[in-house]
């Protein structure tokens, strides 16, 4: 009985060990966000204080402006950030049916040695490093705008257009979206598929009307990090943006500019307003991505609550 309660007691003991442990992570994971935010926001808005040492930028200049030239001092970033909404929705837009299409196809349809071939695939696309998908982008997407503006009539930069920007980055979040689609399909409970095929439901009518309706919210948590890698994707965006000055750019075919592909443009300053600016740009967007996380997930908790 002794025994029993020193047992008892040690066992306590650990558990609330491990619980402040944990605790204690997930403050440590906690205050690197808070950390990043704090010191871009610190760099971000110091361009715009009376006291700057190389000059003061007009806030409400540099929110709406049209006109992005580092030579002459000129930054407004209004347009480039229409510019990265439209690339990321669009891509998105493009890439989410096909990976949820993709992910119902793995789980529900394909044999299971195929599904386990084709999801290794996924992993793997995921894998991929950014820098890989941007050679790919300059290298294929870019020929294939060419060649497809010419049959328009249209002249393009060489194939770098906001149309090769939208296609490389809805290969780019394909893997996520379907990753996050297949999580969330495989979680819905089987006795839902058997209640509705015992009804009289075909095999694809429960697929499309009792599974995908019953893992909306998880396939919409996977477009909502898709659409976060989007914004946030710098390097292959800038190898076939083509960093247009001005804007905003509405033709598929013309260059465009994003948040990170100006971010990433002209690195090498260590100081100045040129190097600074892109603080200012980067605080821009976390506000971007914040925003559109949060009306997402909005929409998710509407869609969720839907019957």
């Known amino acids: 009985m002794i025994a029993d309660k020193k047992y008892i007691k040690r066992s306590k003991s650990f ?12 403050m440590l994971s906690a205050s690197f966000i808070v950390i990043i935010v704090l010191f ?47 690339s990321s929705f669009l891509s998105l837009l493009i890439s989410f049916p096909i990976s949820v299409l993709t992910a119902l196809f793995i789980t529900k349809i394909a044999p299971k040695q195929l599904s386990g071939i084709m999801q290794s695939v996924i992993e793997l696309l995921a894998s991929v490093p950014s ?5 790919f982008g300059s290298g294929v997407i870019t020929v ?22 939208v296609l490389l980055l809805s290969i780019m979040i394909f893997p996520t979206l379907t990753s996050m689609s297949i999580t969330a399909i495989k979680a819905v409970d089987i006795d839902l598929e058997k209640a509705s095929l015992a009804l009289g439901a075909t095999k694809m009518q429960t697929n499309f009307n009792i599974v995908l309706k019953a893992a909306k919210s ?7 990090l898709g659409l976060g890698r989007a914004f946030g994707e710098a390097t292959a ?4 943006a083509g960093n247009k000055l001005f804007g905003p750019t509405f033709n598929p075919f013309d260059i465009t500019r994003t948040l990170t592909s100006t971010m990433l443009a002209g690195l090498k300053e260590t100081t100045g307003l040129d190097y600074d600016i892109r603080f200012s740009i980067g605080l821009v967007l976390i506000v971007v991505i914040f925003t559109s996380n949060a009306l997402l997930n909005y929409a ?8």
Do not use: C
């Open 300 to 307: 998710k908790k509407k869609v969720g609550n839907m019957s």
């Open 131 to 135: 820098i890989v998908y941007g050679v």
């Open 237 to 240: 965006v800038a190898m076939v």
């Open 40 to 86: 871009v926001f610190t760099k971000g808005i110091s361009p715009f204080m009376k006291n700057y040492e190389y000059g003061q930028v007009n806030l409400f200049e540099f929110l709406t402006g049209n006109v992005y030239r580092q030579d002459m001092q000129i930054y407004g970033v209004g347009f480039i950030i229409i510019n990265t909404l439209i």
């Open 218 to 224: 998880g396939i919409f948590a996977g477009a909502i």
């Open 15 to 26: 558990d609330r060990f491990f619980e402040y442990f944990f605790m204690a992570m997930a």
């Open 144 to 165: 294939f705008v060419m060649k497809l503006s010419n049959l328009f009539g249209v002249t393009t930069f060489g194939g770098s257009s906001l149309l090769s920007v």
